[in-house]
């Protein structure tokens, strides 16, 4: 069965730009997290939702950052006025629910504010 | 709050040497423990897991035992292949909250 999916996989903008960063998770997970990495570290939190609703969005680093996930499946994270301290790659995981469980992450987008 | 160490890499071995990257933590409670392999250009992926203490996880050949008394959840392979080279990252997941809290990763390159 397919897996996390995010697109796009690269995305090159410059200072000051929007954008957004979509993953599509596996069919029938309830549970859906960003996370940041960036270069030599390993992935930092930032949001889970369970279902539609944002359940803990405490690693979000300020308000340029949002994100959504309108049906409960797909989800969009939104870039206000990029820095390029924003660079890194943004990882989304999913699980079938919320808990101590197996979180199975896509490939990544690797971000670039220029 | 909830924190993960691992060794710092990277790791440099030769086939069939055997390995051990270690791990620990600092979390309020009984989290579970985590073991994520990173191969190049490709997304995490879960090598093993241990949710309770005394528990050991084991896949591939790699062996991880969730030490409480230590804090500790070292990674371990008997004999390593060129194919285990990859980034390999130590999570915890606490048992009151949602999100995994990951080590900053090593780095393992195995020689031929």
């Not at chain 2, 390995?19 to 620990?24: E, W």
């Not at chain 2, 203490?53 to 050949?61: H, I, R």
Request: hydrophobic residues 30%.
């Amino acid at each position: 069965g397919a897996g996390v999916s995010q697109t796009p996989s690269n995305k090159v903008t410059e200072k000051g730009k929007y954008v957004e960063l979509r993953c599509d998770p596996i069919s029938g997970h309830t549970a859906l997290y960003w996370y940041r990495q960036s270069l030599g570290q390993g992935p930092e939190f930032l949001i889970y939702f369970q279902g539609t609703g944002a359940a803990d969005d405490s690693g979000l680093p300020n308000d340029r950052f949002f994100a959504v996930r309108p049906e409960g499946s797909v989800s969009t994270l939104k870039i206000q006025r990029t820095e390029r301290g924003d660079s890194a790659v943004y990882l989304c995981a999913s699980s079938l629910r919320a808990g101590q469980e197996t979180q199975y992450f896509g490939p990544g987008t690797r971000l670039l504010v220029l | 709050g909830d924190s993960v160490t691992q060794m710092e890499g990277p790791v440099t071995l030769s086939e069939e040497a055997f390995l051990t990257i270690n791990c620990t933590y600092t979390a309020t409670g009984y989290p579970s423990l985590f073991w994520y392999v990173q191969y190049p250009g490709e997304g995490l992926q879960l090598l093993l897991k241990a949710t309770k203490a005394d528990d050991k996880g084991s896949n591939k050949g790699f062996e991880a035992t969730y030490r409480k008394e230590t804090t500790s959840f070292h990674l371990e392979k008997g004999s390593v292949q060129v194919s285990d080279s990859a980034v390999y990252f130590c999570a915890l997941h606490p048992n009151y909250g949602q999100n995994f809290v990951f080590g900053p990763g090593t780095r393992l390159s195995v020689l031929p």
